[in-house]
């Protein structure tokens, strides 16, 4: 008998290797005395419930199984992502055109209070 591939295999053919199998032993002989890398987070987690559309967890499941990326990584990443991007620094030159857009519209309504006034 061959060792089962876990690394290759897909749910479905892990699930069924352990229905069918009478010995854990390749199971075994593949565990290490040290936790692999990656898998430790570095920051202390929370545990947070929120409810997902069916299909969006879908989505997220079958994205997870052909990048071998766990789904709770890739909902870390996407947050993390969207987090940043909604809280990062404005910069000089984007204060300076959001400035001059305000002026422009300040203006132009002082303006047409003025001639609505004449």
């Given at each position: 008998?061959?060792?089962?591939?876990?690394?290759?295999?897909?749910?479905?053919?892990?699930?069924?290797?352990?229905?069918?199998?009478?010995?854990?032993?390749?199971?075994?002989?593949?565990?290490?005395?040290?936790?692999?890398?990656?898998?430790?987070?570095?920051?202390?987690?929370?545990?947070?419930?929120?409810?997902?559309?069916?299909?969006?967890?879908?989505?997220l499941?079958?994205?997870?199984?052909?990048t071998?990326?766990?789904?709770?990584?890739?909902?870390?990443?996407?947050?993390?992502r969207?987090?940043?991007?909604?809280?990062?620094?404005?910069?000089?030159?984007?204060?300076?055109?959001?400035?001059?857009?305000?002026?422009?519209?300040?203006?132009?309504?002082?303006?047409?209070?003025?001639?609505?006034?004449?």
């Open positions: 008998m061959t060792e089962p591939d876990f690394e290759r295999m897909t749910k479905d053919e892990v699930v069924a290797w352990f229905q069918q199998t009478d010995s854990l032993a390749p199971v075994i002989r593949s565990m290490t005395a040290t936790p692999a890398s990656g898998t430790a987070p570095e920051a202390p987690m929370a545990l947070v419930s929120t409810r997902l559309p069916v299909v969006l967890v879908k989505h499941d079958r994205l997870a199984e052909q071998a990326i766990r789904r709770s990584d890739i909902i870390r990443d996407a947050l993390t969207y987090v940043a991007m909604r809280t990062e620094p404005v910069s000089h030159d984007e204060a300076e055109h959001a400035l001059d857009v305000l002026r422009r519209i300040v203006t132009a309504r002082t303006t047409e209070g003025r001639a609505d006034a004449a």
